[in-house]
């Protein structure tokens, strides 16, 4: 049974991810850093369903303790599957923007994206089968005012997950990347009410986790084998 790591995987998109390649047949690893009690409820749902999960938890930001981590998981053998979906936002105009405000949001998502899949990415390669999808952000691709510093991290993240793609694909691991739009959330629906909805959203309603869990399980399954370098926005057609 191959092996899938999820980072984030205690939140909403993170969650309805690690469902779907429960259900897709992957063993998940289910990632939290501070929602420990969340991650082990995602993966009981898993193993209630018929899958198979465990948890881990640790620092994306924090690069002895991911490599720590690595070892471990690689013990048991490779992670042929890797989804960066930890990620935060701190938003604030540029101008009056903090420092902590800009390093910690490029920190768990560009450092997070290298402390986390280098590690695993040998023992990948050397299976000659693998698949890392990175969890972007239609803001990388657009910008998004207010958002600089989580434009950026996404932006860097897109930029390095199709430089990655052209390094590995040859040994049959391909990288790809998922930019969600407007998804379901409690604060997406008070940032955007559904008259806002149906103006700003081609699709005229927000998204669902599930369907960026859908994508997802696309891109690590078998049928996406020759897809490689791609970012798939789920959006409604937003910023089209």
Known sequence: MKRALVTG????????????????????IVHAMHGA??????????????GSAEVVTFDVV???ACARAAATLLAHGPVQVVVNNAGIHDDAPFAGMRAEQWHRVLAVTLDGFYNVTRPLLLDMLSTRWGRIVNIASVAGLAGNAGQVNYA???AGLIGATKALALEVAKRGVTVNAVA????????????????KLRTLVPAARAGTADEVA???AYLVSDAAGYVCGEVISVNGGLYR
């Open 9 to 28: 995987g205690s939140g909403a998109i993170g969650a309805a991810i690690c469902r779907a390649l429960g259900a897709s047949g992957l063993h998940v």
């Open 37 to 50: 009690e969340r991650a082990s409820a995602v993966a009981a749902s898993i193993v209630a369903a018929g």
């Open 62 to 64: 924090d690069g002895d």
């Open 152 to 154: 950026a991290a996404k």
């Open 180 to 195: 969600p739009g407007i998804i379901e959330s409690p604060m997406a629906a008070s940032a955007f009410p559904a008259e």
């Open 214 to 216: 859908s994508a997802v």
